[in-house]
């Protein structure tokens, strides 16, 4: 089992670049794929990005691609979403979530392959 705290979240300009993190408790996290959802005020929650274990392969909602960046950093048993050039239509309730697996490339991108979640972290845009 593993628990995950996010932070980096706030109150932020439009165009700013913020960079949330994902601090993941336990000895385990190598064998975990790791993603990032968000859930905006009157709307479901949706994928943001995702990594591998192996942290060689992501993918990215298209709303995103170009401007936010996933990473992981195994050794702080942590993951991270850089996100750039920010709109306020990235307003939203930040969720990293884990999939445990056995496959050291693939990403997922559905919430119910993820198996852990965060609490979240707000992010607010203003323009």
């Known amino acids: 089992q593993v628990q995950l705290v996010e932070s980096g979240g706030g109150l932020v300009q439009a165009g700013d670049s913020p960079r949330l993190s994902c601090a993941a408790s336990?000895?385990?996290?190598?064998?975990?794929?790791m993603g990032w959802f968000r859930q905006a005020p009157g709307k479901e929650r949706e994928f943001v990005a995702a990594i591998s274990l192996r942290g060689g392969d992501t993918y990215y909602a298209d709303s995103v691609k170009g401007r936010f960046t996933i990473s992981r950093d195994n050794a702080k048993s942590t993951v991270y979403l850089q996100m750039n050039s920010l709109k306020p239509e990235d307003t939203a309730v930040y969720y990293c979530?884990?999939?445990?697996?056995?496959?050291?490339?693939?990403?997922?991108?559905?919430?119910?392959?993820?198996?852990?979640w965060g609490q979240g972290t707000q992010v607010t845009v203003s323009s």
């Open positions: 336990g000895r385990t996290f190598i064998r975990y794929a």
């Open positions: 979530a884990a999939n445990p697996t056995n496959s050291g490339s693939t990403t997922y991108t559905a919430q119910h392959q993820y198996n852990y």
